[in-house]
């Protein structure tokens, strides 16, 4: 079977169904298409001091980051990107006014373009934007993943393991209402799994509030996670008039 002229692939079906019916589907590198060998190169060229930083009144306080926005179109049979012209956040995971990270431009790198055109491929056709805004942030914590409970307050989440010492950072997904204003959850989670390196879920984030337990650190060494977290975003994140 070839793939159809917006170059979505056939086994991207699976996940498109699991995000319809259930509101978030786990998947892996291997199932959408990565190629071979694209976490450790990835992880190379960005995952390092260079590239990632910590700035003030970030949290938590011992997490460094990255972070790139692609504007991207769906016509002429296909899915257009560019660079948009800025990354700053405004009023974001609970901490308030707007801030600029340290900015990689992926675009340049032709095999980073293809992860992110693979991971906008993953939102079901009838769920697309024809016009809209990708936010991609290179996070590596050592300890706390998320504070609480939260939504990011976009149209679709992307949570891309690609490294891991030590256990914890289980990620999970509450129903919106199920969570209240202080975090607390009142009722079980929908899914609690431990994304292992390679491991990707994609989820509607105003179904879902989302977040992960802190990292456990290994006998004599210290835990680390490096991952991908990515957004589809409501047009009025940069995109209003």
């Known amino acids: 079977m070839s793939d159809d002229p917006n170059g979505n692939k056939p086994d991207l079906d699976r996940v498109w169904a699991a995000l319809v ?3 978030y589907a786990l998947t892996s590198e291997d199932e959408i298409g990565l190629p071979e060998k694209f976490r450790l190169n990835f992880r190379a060229t960005y995952f390092n001091n260079r590239v990632l930083r910590h700035d003030p009144g970030d949290w938590p306080i011992d997490r460094k980051r990255a972070r790139d926005v692609i504007r991207y179109q769906w016509r002429d049979g296909g899915l257009q990107v560019q660079e948009h012209e800025t990354i700053a956040l405004t ?3 609970g901490i308030a006014g707007k801030r600029d990270h340290s900015r990689v431009r992926l675009l340049d790198d032709p095999q980073a373009e293809e992860l992110v055109r693979t ?3 993953l939102v079901p ?3 697309r934007q024809v016009d ?3 936010g991609v942030n290179l996070f590596r914590t050592f300890t706390n993943v ?3 409970p939260h939504h990011d307050h976009e149209q679709f989440v992307m949570l891309y393991v690609l490294h891991r010492i030590g256990g914890g950072a289980e990620t999970y997904l509450y129903n919106s209402g199920d969570v209240t ?3 607390e959850p009142t009722a079980e989670s929908v899914l609690r799994h431990q994304l292992s390196p390679g491991e990707i879920i994609i989820f509607e984030d105003k179904r879902f509030k989302h977040g992960a337990t802190p990292l456990e650190a290994p006998f004599g060494r210290r835990a680390r996670r490096d991952a991908l977290v990515c957004t589809v975003d409501y047009r009025d994140t940069y995109l209003a008039a």
């Open 91 to 93: 009023d974001r995971a």
């Open 181 to 183: 204003e202080q975090g």
């Open 146 to 148: 998320v504070t609480k």
């Open 119 to 121: 991971f906008l491929g």
């Open 21 to 23: 019916d259930q509101g």
């Open 125 to 127: 056709p009838n769920q």
């Open 132 to 134: 809209g805004t990708f």
